[in-house]
């Protein structure tokens, strides 16, 4: 192939010129699917346990006055005296009748629900009340968690599984709070096919209450979804069309099989995926595998060059719940991938060969709080090192006088953060702010972009695509009346975002050039449909700033995805 060096070297420093007016050819690594990150479990959802009823209040004799000289509270080793002493003092020293005692008493134990002590007892203990003086008693009776058992009805569920989950977080002699029951309870939930309670009854003795978990399996054994898009960069065919398949709960470990079939117009790309996740031990830890095999062929504006490549990606991931309640979870992960990159042109001939591998540590959770509203958010944070090997002739262009030198060793930290504000009972605020940060030039296929749906809506997807970026979306979003039984929801939106197309050194070369920009939208979208059945999503965007280099410009840009469970 004696044209290889020439062409490839066209074709580096096509790659590589960060000008922002530059057509930049895609190849297989900015043509490759965003990482699936973890999925983190929303908070809330229905009880955990089902607690015992409180026995009915005995008539109290408000005919009894004392003067209370002190609070002697007994039994408490959660909290100390120096805490809850503040919350009866203003009945010291004041006549008092058995009424406002039972009132000292509610507020101890309201102090402990608060809490999440939910079990808690705090009561007057027989005692001889001073009539003209001196201390009363409160007693504390901090509920503990007595008998553990785990109950399992009908077929398709792991019990060892189940038992371990439920054994590692609820121990005889732990205190009893609604973070306790709740995260063995959450935790099984949240395994594919699992449906999981808690029924809490007293114990033998004093103080103890006994806990049975009950396990059923739930769900479909097999489910998917199929739709369509318009996603794509356009030179490898913008709209396609997928198909998602679901294997669950196959050994009763909450596991899944999954395949995706993915097929871009004119043929011009394929994307086919494998995946496999189980949960193992106590802890719930998730085992992961995945391949994926991506190939296109590019037209348009390059069928000139006869480009075509591949990408093969092997991926392993361990996820771990950290904190999982119904107001707060976090996990942390971490993934190895193996990438394959190939690319081709057969005018001029040649061929480029690019293998990455890379370690990604991640955090990812999610918490609700009520400041300016009630209000959902999300964050992830992941960091990624790894190491670019490549074929000689393009490892010879790239360390060369026109190369980026993006071969070798690398580091990125993105980030992401989600908030949902609820103004209304019909509307709600969304910010999202993503980036990434990159510690030198990277190859491509782990740079960021900014055009595209989940970007600035008004360019294209592959549009000003660098090594370290910023994109914030503000949207509102409103929900209208159903027609004809269908939910519709509007929404108004501004993009911005923000890149830098070499994070190091630029050879001298390319002389002066912009290596970075910022760009703009707004727009205007509808959504109909159910999240769970069918779903049908458009939008129209108009960019603010400087006409696409990827792509002829379209103002507005039109957005539209269509998906249907199975």
């Known amino acids: 192939m004696p044209h290889a060096p020439r062409a490839a070297a066209a074709i580096a420093v096509a790659l590589a010129f960060p000008i922002a007016a530059q057509q930049v050819r895609p190849d297989a690594g900015t043509l490759l699917e965003p990482r699936q990150a973890p999925a983190v479990p929303a908070p809330g959802g229905p009880p955990s346990a089902v607690l015992p009823q409180p026995p009915a209040a005995a008539p ?15 039994g408490n080793t959660i909290y100390k005296d120096a805490e809850l002493q503040p919350l009866v003092a203003d009945l010291v020293g004041k006549p008092a009748d058995m009424e406002q005692l039972l009132q000292a008493a509610q507020a101890v134990r309201r102090y402990y629900r608060e809490r999440g002590y939910l079990l808690t007892e705090v009561y007057l203990p027989e005692q001889q009340l001073p009539l003209s003086g001196g201390p009363v008693k409160l007693q504390v009776l901090e509920a503990r968690v007595g008998k553990v058992a785990v109950k399992v009805e009908g077929e398709g569920i792991s019990e060892p599984l189940a038992a371990a989950i439920v054994n590692t977080h609820l121990r005889s002699g732990d205190a009893i709070t609604e973070k306790l029951l709740d995260k063995p309870v959450l935790l099984l939930r949240d395994l594919i096919g699992f449906e999981a309670t808690a029924a809490v009854e007293p114990g033998t003795n004093a103080g103890e209450a006994d806990v049975t978990v009950l396990v059923k399996s739930a769900g479909p054994r097999a489910d998917g979804l199929v739709g369509a898009d318009n996603f794509g960069v356009r030179s490898a065919g913008q709209w396609r069309a997928f198909g998602n398949a679901n294997l669950n709960n196959v050994t009763g470990h909450g596991d899944v099989a999954s395949v995706r079939v993915q097929q871009g117009e004119r043929s011009a790309s394929q994307l086919y995926r494998l995946g496999y996740s189980a949960t193992v031990g106590g802890y719930a830890t998730k085992l992961g595998l995945n391949a994926t095999r991506t190939e296109y062929e590019l037209g348009k504006q390059f069928a000139a060059l006869g480009a075509s490549g591949r990408a093969d990606i092997l991926g392993a991931s361990l996820t771990q719940p950290l904190i999982r309640s119904r107001v707060s979870n976090l996990l942390a992960s971490l993934t190895y991938e193996h990438k394959s990159l190939t690319d081709m042109t057969t005018l001029p001939p040649s061929t480029a060969d690019r293998k990455v591998d890379s370690w990604r540590g991640s955090l990812l959770g999610n918490f609700v709080d009520e400041a300016l509203g009630a209000s959902f958010n999300s964050y992830a944070v992941h960091y990624t090192a790894g190491r670019v090997k490549m074929d000689n002739a393009t490892l010879a262009l790239d360390q060369g006088a026109t190369g980026l030198r993006t071969a070798g060793g690398y580091e990125k930290l993105n980030f992401e953060y989600l908030r ?8 709600r605020v969304s910010l999202s702010v993503q980036g990434q940060l990159a510690s030198k030039n990277l190859t491509s296929a782990e740079k960021i972009g900014l055009g595209g749906p989940a970007g600035v809506r008004g360019y294209p997807s592959g549009e000003a695509v660098g090594d370290s970026g910023t994109v914030v979306q503000l949207e509102y979003s409103h929900q209208l009346p159903e027609t004809f ?7 108004a939106f501004y993009d911005w975002g923000r890149i830098k197309y070499n994070e190091g050194t630029i050879p001298a070369a390319f002389g002066a050039i912009t290596n970075s920009e910022s760009l703009s939208s707004v727009g205007l979208g509808l959504t109909a449909g159910t999240y769970g059945d069918w779903l049908v999503s458009a939008q129209l965007a108009w960019r603010l700033d400087r006409a696409p280099a990827s792509d002829p410009d379209k103002r507005p840009r039109f957005w539209f995805s269509l998906q249907k469970w199975l």
């Open 60 to 74: 109290i004799d408000k005919s009894i006055q004392v003067v209370p000289s002190a609070f002697v509270i007994e």
């Open 420 to 427: 949902t504000t609820f103004v209304s009972a019909a509307g």
């Open 485 to 491: 039984g269908v939910p519709l929801r509007a929404s």
